[in-house]
């Protein structure tokens, strides 16, 4: 009776080491995909072969209004050409330009 008694409490050590090691596992899996995704790469395909991408323009070449692109999807990179909304519908992001217009007077 004893003995049954020992091992009841062996294989409920044994449960709850499972049990809180697979947590753990969990817990730090979850951690470490959210760090992958922090990682990722914003710029996928335009100047690659740059080490910095880098656009400068003159105020006084702007114009009345120009529009930028800030998801890095646009083929007018780095002028935005509305290709932010289909990246927004197939990630769930909510990215859009940068808009610089003259104020109306
Ligand atoms: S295409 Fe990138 S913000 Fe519009």
Redesign the pocket.
């Known amino acids: 009776m004893g003995g049954y008694s020992n091992v009841k409490e062996w294989v409920a050590a044994i449960s709850l080491t499972i049990g809180a090691a697979a947590v753990g596992y969990l817990a730090y899996r979850s951690l470490y995909s959210r760090d992958k995704c922090r990682k990722s790469l914003v710029n996928l395909d335009i100047q690659k072969d740059t080490p910095k991408v880098v656009h400068a323009f003159d105020v006084e070449d702007l114009g009345d209004k120009a529009v930028y ?6 083929k007018q990179f780095p002028m ?5 909304t289909k990246h927004n519908e197939e990630t769930g992001d909510n ?3 940068l808009i610089i217009k003259k104020r109306e007077v």
Do not use: F
């Open positions: 692109c800030r998801c890095w999807r646009s935005c050409d509305g290709s932010h990215v859009g330009p």
